[in-house]
């Protein structure tokens, strides 16, 4: 398949208004695709390619040679010399991954090379790109979407799902299934905002302590222990610790689902970010262990000794879990099975307020009925957390790209500091179509200089931003940025000498 049919069908996805049109796109695309090349055209149109971590960034792919005149690149050409630019280290590697860019781009046309220098910075945002995808391979090979998903529960990843349905034909999908060691997307939760609505919403459930950590699926198959990441990357020997107590489980086989932490002296979870970084410790593991022991917290179990059990309530698997792992290594939870009695719906508030007391992130509510929804974000798992908000400036933004083509949507955020505004990170989530027009129109008004990527402002326009938390980051002056920040208002009425200050932000990194 060229390159040039996957640059087109992300075009018109983006351009497509309709649910149906981008499935059919979807499905034409991969009735085209040859079966070993699917998985690379899924993940180029999700914005993902194979190779995580070129090196290359938006400097270097601002100033493309001049393009093809025709097509011809194809795709797998096209993954062989991202491929031999990823692995370019050393003296002089800035400069041979240029020379191997340039002679990537020159063989691309101008709208390839518009696509690859999106697909390679990150912009490429195909908005739920996953379940259009689902069923649009459903849809070229000729069964119901439902059979698809289910398979990609199982399978890891549409591409791979794909790659076997487009050579085998339909009869592939019942190959995948729940194997102990081959990785499953996990479940994913929606929000609420109170745990009153969480609730109200569930009827009989489970409130879980949430831990700010790092997802973790562990495989037990006899001494053998394989340890995934939420992206279902294998980390086994970075986790030593993890496998040693799996190993001591009261299971012959399991697959469990839980979250990798670390905690202080005193008992205290420590940050996300350290966590992270312990997590991502591939060369001196012993010493990273010594520095900072991990240690897991399991809260479901999807297989045990040869029991399939992801289609079992979550009542089910709850008892299972407790007999396979003793309380110390599973996540505190409080059953209610009558959430509607004054008694339990106080007592699902005052834990929920332990805890947030204890340095826990929030809290999880599960029905107890319901299955375990590998791959997808279930209604029937709510996360219930503070929110946080702060009042910062718009300092810059940048062009958006696919359906944003044509207006400015990545906001650069400061807050005050004691000369000038700090940059705190960017984001472009929560703005409405309504929202980004307004502000397109508004931020060009207020332009103090217009580079190519987008336009540089007058720092006076106050924006009330939601987010998380923070995390530590060496890119940005305070040394901290936001977590999952995201757009709630404006505030046209709010001075800029009135925003937040750099102080107030790094309280939030000093709170429990």
Same mark, same amino acid.
């Given at each position: 398949m060229l390159l040039s049919d996957v640059a087109r069908t992300s075009r018109e996805i983006a351009a497509a208004s309709g649910r149906n049109e981008k499935t059919a796109l979807l499905a034409g695309l991969f009735r085209a695709a040859e079966p070993a090349e699917a998985p690379l055209v899924v993940s180029y149109l999700a914005g993902a390619p194979p190779q995580r971590r070129t090196g290359l960034g938006h400097r270097t792919l601002s100033a493309p040679p001049p393009p093809a005149a025709a097509p011809r690149l194809t795709v797998p050409e096209v993954d062989a010399a991202l491929e031999r630019i990823a692995q370019v280290a050393g003296k002089g590697a800035q400069a041979e991954r240029k020379r191997l860019l340039d002679g990537l781009l020159a063989a691309a046309t101008a709208e390839e090379q518009r696509f690859l220098y999106r697909l390679l910075t990150g912009e490429l945002r195909q908005g739920a790109l996953d379940a259009l995808a689902v069923e649009g391979l459903a849809e070229a090979v000729g069964v119901p979407a439902g059979e698809v998903r289910r398979a990609v529960m199982y399978g890891g990843s549409l591409g791979a799902v794909a790659r076997e349905v487009l050579a085998d034909g339909p009869g592939a999908l019942a190959g995948f299934r729940l194997r102990v060691g081959r990785p499953v997307r996990p479940m994913l939760a929606r929000s609420a905002a109170t745990v009153a609505e969480a609730l109200e919403r569930l009827g009989p459930c489970a409130v879980e302590e949430k831990l700010d950590g790092i997802r973790a699926q562990v495989h037990i198959d006899g001494p053998e222990v394989t340890v995934y990441t939420r992206t279902l990357d294998e980390i086994t020997g970075r986790l030593p610790e993890i496998t040693e107590a799996a190993r001591e489980l009261a299971a012959g086989s399991a697959v469990l689902d839980g979250e990798v932490v670390a905690f202080d002296e005193a008992e205290r979870l420590r940050p996300f970010q350290q966590v992270s970084q312990r997590v991502g410790s591939r060369l001196d593991v012993a010493s990273a262990r010594a520095a900072l022991p991990a240690h897991v917290r399991f809260f479901d179990v999807l297989s045990a000794d040869g =029991?399939?059990?992801?289609? @079992?309530?979550? =009542?089910?698997?709850?008892? $299972? !879990?407790? *007999?396979?792992?003793?309380?110390? !290594? =599973?996540? =505190? *939870? !409080?059953?209610?099975? @009558?959430?509607?009695?004054? @008694?339990? *719906?106080?007592? $699902?508030e005052r834990f929920a307020e332990e805890a947030l007391r204890d340095g826990r992130e929030g809290v999880m509510v599960k029905g107890l009925d319901s299955a375990y929804s590998a791959g997808r974000r279930g209604a029937s798992w709510l996360k219930v957390k503070p929110v946080h908000t702060l009042d910062l400036v718009v300092l810059a933004a940048e062009w958006g790209h696919g359906r944003r083509t044509g207006t400015l949507s990545n906001l650069h955020l400061g807050a005050r500091g004691p000369d000038g505004f700090v940059m705190l990170g960017k984001t472009f989530k929560g703005l409405t179509d309504a929202l980004l027009a307004w502000q397109t129109e508004h931020l060009q008004r207020i332009a103090e200089s217009r580079p190519p990527w987008g336009v540089r402002v007058r720092p006076e326009l106050v924006v009330e931003i939601a987010f998380d938390g923070l995390q530590r980051s060496t890119r940005y002056p305070a040394g901290v940025t936001l977590r999952f920040a995201r757009v709630v208002r404006y505030r046209p009425e709010k001075p800029a000498s009135e925003a937040d200050t750099v102080d107030h932000v790094l309280t939030f990194a000093r709170a429990p």
């Open positions: =029991r399939d059990l992801a289609d @079992e309530p979550v =009542r089910e698997r709850h008892a $299972a !879990l407790a *007999r396979i792992v003793p309380p110390g !290594l =599973r996540v =505190r *939870r !409080l059953t209610l099975e @009558e959430p509607w009695e004054p @008694e339990q *719906r106080a007592a $699902a």
